[in-house]
């Protein structure tokens, strides 16, 4: 698939505090997919984006693509210890099959 | 079933020997990807198989790996003359249709392999 950059790669908050993890492409991308994974567990899907600007909620996560499809965000509001987990913005370049996953930006929340 | 199942869930081997990895779809799910997960990494595309048909392979490492699917539903993926480095997490994983377009994979537990 095309090369997607996500960062950052590690990512530490106090529970209560924000966080965003951002992926960005030199290319358009046709569709963004992010899962979760968490400590010792599978990856798990959480959205697709599709639509230029599109922006989805899901409690307190909201997921963001941007106008020229080249980058997206997840954002979380008021992390919480059950949001630990290494999350993955996945892309299938230009197969219709074929997602491939990067590193994540791991999380980890402090109680 | 409910979900994706792999067996086994761990497998300790030495280094030379022959294992093989199963994988239970979601039943109707015709399409199939094996990925590998080393520790700290993303999960690495191996092969995808859409029905019985490994419709593309390029993930493999080497000849060593070899996967089937001969009915369309259970996948096997083999490796032969396991080396350290083969050592990681295999993950099945399942999607209705193309997952580069319906948006879902469906992932098992994984099947923790490692090579002394």
């Known amino acids: 698939g095309q090369q997607v950059m996500q960062i950052p790669q590690y990512q530490h908050v106090q529970e209560g505090e924000d966080f965003t993890t951002y992926c960005n492409s030199s290319?358009?991308?046709?569709?963004i997919q992010w899962y979760k994974q968490r400590p010792g567990g599978h990856p798990v899907f959480l959205i697709q984006?599709?639509?230029?600007?599109e922006v989805k909620k899901q409690k307190r996560l909201t997921f963001q693509f941007g106008e020229a499809k080249k980058n997206s965000s997840l954002h979380i509001t008021a992390t919480q210890t059950t949001d630990v987990g290494t999350y993955f913005c996945?892309?299938?370049?230009?197969?219709?099959?074929?997602?491939?996953f990067g590193k994540g930006t791991l999380l980890t929340v402090n109680p | 079933g409910a979900g994706v199942s792999q067996t086994p869930s761990n497998k300790v081997t030495e280094k030379g020997k022959y294992v093989e990895l199963r994988c239970d779809p979601i039943?109707?799910?015709?399409?199939l990807y094996w990925y590998r997960q080393s520790l700290g990494q993303g999960p690495e595309f191996l092969i995808y198989?859409?029905?019985?048909?490994?419709?593309?392979d390029s993930g493999l490492p080497n000849d060593r790996f070899f996967a089937v699917r001969p009915e369309g539903s259970v996948s096997t993926l083999k490796i032969q003359r396991t080396e350290r480095g083969d050592s990681a997490v295999y993950l099945c994983?399942?999607?209705?249709?193309?997952?580069?377009?319906?948006?879902?994979?469906?992932f098992g537990e994984g099947s923790r392999l490692t090579v002394l």
């Open positions: 198989f859409q029905g019985t048909g490994a419709a593309d």
């Open positions: 984006l599709v639509k230029s600007g």
């Open positions: 996945v892309n299938s370049g230009g197969s219709n099959y074929k997602l491939t």
């Open positions: 994983a399942s999607s209705r249709g193309l997952a580069g377009t319906t948006g879902e994979l469906f």
């Open positions: 290319t358009t991308l046709s569709n």
């Open positions: 039943s109707g799910h015709t399409a």
